[in-house]
Each structure stands twice: as structure tokens, then as C-alpha cells.
């Protein structure tokens, strides 16, 4: 299984690119060191929810960094309905 190198920044990620520069040189598909040194990580994942939801329910992912990887979670969230008269 490959492993996907990302940061974040501004609770997004940002994908490792296929060239980087690195001491000086451009390094086309950089090896897992040269990735790390230059501040990214391997993205892990949570179980993804399997409780039924309800249609009123949403997954939301969002990332936790952790001292060596950044982890995608997840949590169930109600959906906030707007009433028919706000949207008129």
C-alpha cells in the first residue's frame, strides 16, 4: 500500500508534490526521508463511521496532526435545517 505524505495548514491538507526542492536540487518522486524533512507526514485514517445515520445526520472528516502522522477522523454531525421562512 503506497502511503499518501501530507501537511496542514489551515486545517486542509496539502499533498506532498512529485518535485521538490531539496538541498539545492529538484527531486522528482522524493523518497519518505526527503518528505519528512521537509515538514510532511503520512496521512492515517480512523474506521470510518458504521452506525446507521438518519437523514437528518452527516460524516464530517477533519484532521488531527500528530507528532508523526496526521490522522483523518471522523464524527457525526446533525444537519442544521434553515425554516422555509428564512429562505424566502
Same mark, same amino acid.
Given at each position: 500500500?503506497? %502511503?499518501?505524505?501530507?501537511?496542514?495548514? +489551515?486545517?486542509? !491538507? !496539502?499533498? $506532498? /508534490?512529485?518535485?521538490?526542492?531539496?538541498? #539545492?536540487?529538484? %527531486?522528482?518522486? /522524493? #523518497? $519518505?526521508?526527503?518528505?519528512? @524533512?521537509?515538514?510532511?507526514? /503520512?496521512?492515517?485514517? +480512523?474506521?470510518? /463511521?458504521? @452506525? @446507521? !445515520?438518519?437523514?437528518?445526520? %452527516?460524516? %464530517? $472528516?477533519?484532521?488531527?496532526?500528530? @507528532? +508523526?502522522?496526521?490522522?483523518?477522523?471522523?464524527?457525526?454531525?446533525?444537519?442544521?435545517?434553515? +425554516?422555509? #421562512?428564512? !429562505?424566502?
Amino acid at each position: 500500500m503506497k %502511503i499518501t505524505y501530507v501537511k496542514l495548514e +489551515d486545517e486542509q !491538507l !496539502l499533498y $506532498a /508534490p512529485k518535485r521538490v526542492k531539496y538541498k #539545492n536540487r529538484i %527531486i522528482v518522486s /522524493p #523518497n $519518505a526521508r526527503v518528505l519528512k @524533512e521537509l515538514g510532511y507526514k /503520512p496521512l492515517t485514517f +480512523d474506521s470510518y /463511521p458504521t @452506525e @446507521e !445515520l438518519t437523514e437528518e445526520q %452527516i460524516v %464530517i $472528516a477533519y484532521y488531527e496532526e500528530l @507528532e +508523526d502522522e496526521i490522522r483523518t477522523k471522523y464524527r457525526i454531525e446533525q444537519i442544521q435545517r434553515q +425554516d422555509e #421562512n428564512e !429562505l424566502h
